[in-house]
């Protein structure tokens, strides 16, 4: 055989032999070591498998428990996280799991999760967001990192507290007043609880939308001081260090939009849901409303005096929070709790699983008791922050926690005036995960009026 043919044959297969010892080597040899190194360390979890890691396990056991609605209970932990629920109770409230050959470190300990995100911008920042994530919220806010974050965070600091803040108020008013006029024509009919919350976030969306219509057609050049406003001034911004760019302010849009539409969409249909099966509390959400606004449209001032009504809005955020968890990384090697982890390693909070502990929140975790929150959450949760962020903790906290909360406020004040609400009895209990927990076939509710309808 010639030089030139043995040449021939043996560089390909050299190739491929390097090859496939690098496959090896990423896809075997690094998780079975992070895995034994983790193990060590008291941290078990479902076994590594090549290539798919725990995913296939994860979708099947997702699918089955998605298969049928359940009963009309709270404990929609197993239903909507399967796969870290089992892994939990087998492998205990810290445990490693696999995404393919990525590890991932789920953690559902209050003390852990408090570290991890208090210290969300040095040690375990949040991940580089996937091609899914810059599909829906843009390269916006809640998954920029390093310096493009400091400086946007700044700005939405800025237009969601305080003055800034009260001065939406009208905008969300009207566009309840606009969505109640609706629903006079539904009283003492079936209709959709998340149909209504959509309607108003539809209304803002709408204001916001033709203002940003009016600055890109030329028609204005003022957005006022709201968000929308700071993000334009932005653009128009004369030093070019701190100027926006185009691309960047609509990212922006799009992510306020997507982060802010649909949470308090979900959040407000299980509070009518809540609401529309335990009466009690119902009415006295109601007897609070009335002696605070009478009758007239709600404002700031009395909304800080909504004692009962926050209470709920905290019940139904720890029942039915955001499902998915708080995706970080590490990105050297550090120390959490006692725990030493490589710089490879992914880090998922699950605060769903921390939310329904019966360790944190006692036997009756799965029942609607508002009274839990009556001296505010320190005390509800023995003053351990990390065991209730249904809008995370730390420096990457809900920068629209606050508009979340008033917006939720003043619709919920503006129904419980007008309507008893009651579950109709086509209602299925079914509760999937999506970015939020949602009703897969939505919430019916039967609305009766009180005769303040006008
Ligand atoms: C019930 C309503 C809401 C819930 C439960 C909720 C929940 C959350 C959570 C858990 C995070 C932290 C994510 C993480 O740490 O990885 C977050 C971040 C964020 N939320 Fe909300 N949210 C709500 C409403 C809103 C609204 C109304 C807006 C805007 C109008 C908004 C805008 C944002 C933004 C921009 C971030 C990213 C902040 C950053 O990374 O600096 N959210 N939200």
Redesign the pocket.
């Known amino acids: 055989m010639s030089t030139f043919v043995k040449l021939a044959i043996l560089l390909p297969c050299s190739f491929f032999l390097v090859a496939l010892i690098k496959f090896l080597y990423d896809y075997l040899w690094i998780p079975l070591r992070l895995q034994h190194m983790m193990n060590s360390q008291g941290i078990k979890g479902p076994p590594y498998t090549f290539i798919h890691g725990n995913n296939k396990e994860a979708t099947k056991t997702t699918n089955e428990a998605l298969s049928k609605p359940m009963a009309l209970r709270h404990d929609i932990f197993p239903r909507v996280q399967p796969h870290v629920y089992s892994c939990v109770n087998r492998y205990g409230r810290n445990y490693l799991a696999w995404d393919g050959k990525r590890p991932e470190l789920v953690i559902t300990e209050p003390e852990l999760v408090n570290e991890v995100?208090k210290n969300?911008v040095t040690t375990f920042p949040?991940r580089k967001p996937t091609f899914f994530l810059t599909g829906i919220f843009g390269n916006?806010?809640?998954t920029?990192l390093g310096e493009k974050?400091v400086k946007?965070?700044k700005l939405?600091n800025y237009a969601?507290h305080g003055e800034s803040l009260k001065n939406m108020t009208p905008a969300v008013i009207a566009s309840v007043e606009t969505m109640l006029e609706k629903w006079k024509g539904y009283v003492g009919k079936e209709i959709e609880s998340e149909e209504l919350s959509k309607g108003i976030q539809d209304c803002v969306m709408n204001i916001v939308k033709k203002r940003e219509d009016e600055v890109l057609n030329g028609k204005a050049n003022s957005f006022g001081n709201d968000?929308l406003g700071l993000l334009v001034n932005a653009y128009h911004d004369s030093d070019e260090n701190n100027r926006l760019l185009m691309e960047d302010l609509v990212d922006e849009c799009k992510?306020?939009y997507f982060?802010?539409?649909d949470?308090?969409n979900?959040?407000l249909a299980w509070i009518v849901f809540l609401l529309a099966i335990h009466g009690d509390w119902q009415e006295k959400a109601r007897r609070e409303v009335i002696e605070i606004f009478s009758n007239q449209i709600p404002d700031s001032e009395g909304m800080s005096k909504l004692k009962t009504m926050t209470m709920i809005i905290y019940e139904t955020?720890r029942l039915y929070?955001?499902p998915n968890g708080?995706?970080?990384r590490v990105t050297r090697e550090v120390q959490l709790g006692k725990l030493a982890l490589p710089a490879s390693m992914d880090i998922l909070?699950q605060?769903i699983a921390v939310h329904h502990d019966p360790h944190m929140w006692g036997d009756d975790v799965h029942l609607f008791k508002p009274e839990r929150f009556a001296e505010g959450i320190a005390k509800a949760t023995n003053y351990n922050a990390g065991a209730f962020?249904?809008?995370?903790?730390?420096?990457?906290?809900?920068?629209?926690?606050n508009?979340?909360t008033m917006?939720?406020k003043i619709v919920l004040s503006m129904i419980l005036q007008r309507y008893t609400i009651s579950l109709s009895p086509t209602y299925v209990h079914s509760p999937i995960p999506y970015i939020?927990v949602q009703p897969q076939h939505g919430i019916q509710v039967i609305l009766e009026s009180l005769g303040n309808d006008t």
């Open positions: 995100l969300s949040k916006g806010l809640v920029a974050w946007q965070r939405a969601f968000f992510t306020f982060a802010g539409q949470t308090v979900s959040l955020l929070g955001p708080l995706p970080r909070v605060n962020c249904p809008f995370g903790l730390g420096p990457r906290n809900c920068v629209g926690m508009f979340a917006e939720t939020t």
